[in-house]
């Protein structure tokens, strides 16, 4: 399938069960699905199709429609040229679909992900990210862990026009990575400190991440993977296993054009194939704002999980770096216990409310008040008939607002009794946690971090599960509970300026020397200030992008009509500076 073509940048975010599927926002799949028709079609009688299989591992054939998906097949060619060569998919989601390709022109593995027509527009949020980061070399974003498109293009199909964003191939997320390499905690530690690494660089723009979890950041694959024959690479991932597609209308043997004849099923680069490296990237800037503009009208949308109070109890225009920084704190949990301490992906809004009162004691203000306004029940707050008290015994903020709070407290002292810590948390941290591995290979792994800590250890990850008197059950050492306990405490507060600061994170115990010794002959991130960014970003930035960024920093306190002006300036001179630049070749790949 040939396609024509423009071309350059980013990726977008919510979470999928493949290798690169968190370059693709994810969505539930079905099996069995009508084809629903376009706005222009006869809605009398759509064409019936059905997955021809299990179809638990495939994206929904209700989005093969117009403005929907585009039709891939193994073997077909993308971009001018037909550079790009279709091998395998990595991934899906709501919004795109993403696959292994073939670079004919630099001799590279690369992941092209596919947006559905709907969602190509020039000013979606993908093309906006690249924009915010445009004129800053990649090497610098590399040594920062930032991973943007390298290049975007066009196709038309069947069903519309698609933007296409041109990546590195990439290795899987950080969520589980904790079931193989929880028991090498040097190795747990320098990839929970790249996450500082990154978040710092991020903020250094003066822009938040704001959807900054593990799903969105990614292992790179060692050295020379994007490289291999494609021998080598059909053995890491497999043969493309297919779904075919049938027609049950009747009304003939062949889908219709905008309708693949079959589905693929994602494949997966496991952390365990020997084949990724330590060096993390973080991806799916679809969300990111300026923090002097944080997106007070809707939030950014980042689950529960991952989201500080101010975003659960929508107190939107208190978004901000600390935003993040309580972000950055829950992704170095699931790395480093392997589980997060809040809300999971099974829990309602009360449970993840409760949750947080559990880690952080009694809601305050404005919480409270805000829990009050959406008629949220005050647990301790009610007669002895369970029926909310008229008065304001609420606004009491030693009182939980949705645990019980006697219970709690006996809880607490019964754990202490026992000589267990009575904090959720830190009484949750003494529980061992069971791990994917053997005993064997647990030794194996912790032989090979220390022997080269730049490569993720290999292991037999296909191998059966572990007999259960062979299976790891880890739980750190008690130090290093402590330790790691203090710091998450130091970054789980209600009250945003109360949180710690990305400095002082990297300065913990928990985290050694790692700050000291990353800094000495490492590159800084450029820094950027109220009065202009020119002086520190002008080894790592662009001119134009200098001028154009200047001129929208100082739009921040400006009246709104000049903000208007210089911002609409600013937006004009990057655009026509970034065109120069590919022109001169001087972003580089």
Request: with cysteine.
């Amino acid at each position: 399938m040939e396609s024509s073509t423009s071309q350059t940048i980013l990726t977008p975010s919510t979470t999928t069960n493949s290798t690169q599927n968190s370059i693709a926002r994810s969505t539930p799949t079905i099996a069995t699905t009508d084809r629903t028709s376009g706005p222009d079609e006869e809605k009398s009688s759509p064409p019936r199709y059905q997955l021809d299989g299990d179809g638990s591992e495939v994206e929904d054939l209700h989005n093969y429609v117009p403005g929907g998906y585009h039709p891939v097949a193994i073997g077909d060619v993308l971009g001018d040229g037909g550079r790009f060569r279709v091998v395998h998919k990595l991934g899906f989601g709501g919004y795109a679909t993403v696959w292994l390709c073939h670079d004919k022109v630099f001799k590279k593995w690369r992941a092209v992900k596919i947006m559905q027509a709907d969602s190509s527009k020039p000013d979606c949020a993908d093309l906006k990210a690249l924009e915010l980061f445009a004129g800053i070399d990649v090497k610098v974003l590399a040594s920062n862990h930032i991973q943007l498109a390298l290049e975007h293009f066009w196709i038309d199909g069947p069903n519309g026009r698609h933007l296409c964003f041109v990546l590195p191939f990439l290795g899987p997320n950080l969520t589980y990575i904790f079931g193989g390499y929880g028991h090498v905690p040097e190795l747990m530690k320098d990839i929970c400190f790249q996450l500082i690494e990154a978040m710092r660089f991020i903020h250094s723009l003066d822009l938040c991440h704001g959807d900054f979890r593990t799903d969105n950041i990614l292992l790179r694959l060692a050295d020379g993977v994007d490289n291999w024959e494609e021998e080598a690479i059909m053995k890491m991932l497999g043969q493309p296993e297919l779904v075919l597609v049938r027609r049950t209308d009747g009304l003939g043997p062949e889908p219709e054009p905008g309708v693949p004849a079959y589905l693929v099923e994602s494949a997966h680069v496991a952390h365990g194939s020997g084949t990724c490296s330590t060096e993390i990237a973080v991806i799916d800037f679809g969300v990111s704002y300026c923090v002097a503009e944080p997106p007070a009208d809707k939030g950014t949308g980042i689950p529960m999980a991952s989201a500080a109070p101010e975003e659960v109890l929508e107190l939107y225009d208190s978004l901000g770096f600390h935003t993040d920084v309580w972000a950055l704190g829950v992704a170095i949990a699931r790395v480093r216990l392997g589980y997060t301490p809040f809300a999971n992906e099974h829990d309602g809004f009360l449970d993840g409310v409760e949750k947080l009162e559990c880690v952080m004691g009694p809601m305050p203000n404005p919480y409270r008040t805000v829990w009050k306004s959406w008629n949220g029940i005050f647990v301790n707050c009610r007669n002895d008939a369970g029926e909310p008290l008229e008065d304001d015994s609420w606004k009491d903020e030693s009182v939980f607002a949705t645990l019980d709070t006697k219970r709690y407290e006996e809880t607490q002292r019964n754990r202490i009794g026992e000589g267990r810590p009575g904090h959720f948390l830190h009484y949750r941290m003494h529980h061992p946690n069971m791990m994917c591995i053997s005993k064997q290979d647990a030794k194996n792994i912790a032989a090979q971090a220390a022997a080269n800590p730049r490569v993720l250890p290999a292991y037999d990850w296909e191998a059966e599960d572990p007999r259960v008197e062979d299976e790891v059950n880890y739980m750190m050492d008690k130090p290093e509970i402590a330790q790691m306990f203090d710091l998450l405490m130091r970054i789980f507060k209600w009250h945003p300026k109360q949180r710690a600061t990305l400095d002082q994170i990297a300065n913990h115990e928990w985290f050694g020397d790692r700050n000291r010794r990353r800094q000495i002959g490492a590159p800084s991130a450029p820094k950027c200030t109220n009065n202009g960014f020119s002086k520190i970003w002008r080894s790592h930035v662009s001119l134009a992008r200098r001028m154009s960024m200047g001129i929208r920093k100082g739009t921040f306190k400006m009246k709104r009509r000049l903000g208007w002006f210089a911002g609409t300036i600013g937006t004009i001179l990057t655009g026509a500076f970034n065109t120069v630049n590919r022109r001169m070749g001087c972003l580089g790949r």
